[in-house]
């Protein structure tokens, strides 16, 4: 609970600053990393802490990756933080889903509003409204806290779709 609750304050922040605080992102390092150690009591095994371990890595790692390869224009550096503590909440595999689930939802999102502030402009519609590109500043945690939850409360897994092709 410590852990979405945190999320929920992130996603209103970044809607509305489009920056990530770090004593948001402490929180939900903290919250995932004693879900972690809470569930390998439970289980008696290392292997939670293991697999977050790996997941925190991983998800941290791929999104600074973005961040030092776009030197910051195509991803914060916020946003690795978060898909840090979303890989030791969820662990490797989970959070790996929960990553393509946001970037599904937000590309979905971003092409939306852009074929709408087109269609707007053109039909000169809300002439006020500022027209959206490939260089508008999009927040991304809001679609990160989706996939998040998508992976974290359902049993769908984007990895498995292909399976059925097989």
Same mark, same amino acid.
């Given at each position: ?83 840090? $503590?979303? !890989?030791? #909440? +969820?662990? /490797? %595999?989970? @959070? *790996?889903?929960?990553?393509? &689930?946001?970037? =599904? ?39 990160? $806290?989706? !996939?998040? #939850? +998508?992976? /974290? %409360?359902? @049993? *769908?897994?984007?990895?498995? &779709?292909?399976? =059925?092709?097989?």
């Amino acid at each position: 609970l410590v852990f979405l609750s945190g999320l929920v304050a992130l996603v209103v922040y970044d809607l509305r600053h489009t920056l990530v605080p770090m004593p948001f992102v402490w929180t939900l390092l903290i919250a995932a990393f004693a879900a972690s150690v809470f569930q390998s009591i439970f289980t008696q095994s290392l292997h939670p802490l293991y697999d977050s371990a790996w997941g925190g890595v991983a998800l941290s790692g791929f999104f600074f990756a973005i961040y030092a390869i776009t030197r910051g224009r195509g991803m914060g550096l916020g946003d690795a933080y978060v898909a840090g $503590a979303v !890989g030791i #909440l +969820l662990g /490797l %595999f989970r @959070g *790996i889903e929960a990553i393509m &689930f946001s970037v =599904w939802i937000g590309t979905a999102v971003y092409l939306l509003v852009m074929l709408l502030s087109s269609l707007l402009r053109r039909f000169r519609l809300f002439a006020s409204v500022g027209r959206v590109t490939m260089k508008t500043e999009l927040p991304f945690i809001p679609f990160l $806290a989706l !996939g998040t #939850l +998508l992976a /974290l %409360f359902t @049993g *769908i897994s984007p990895l498995a &779709f292909g399976a =059925w092709l097989a």
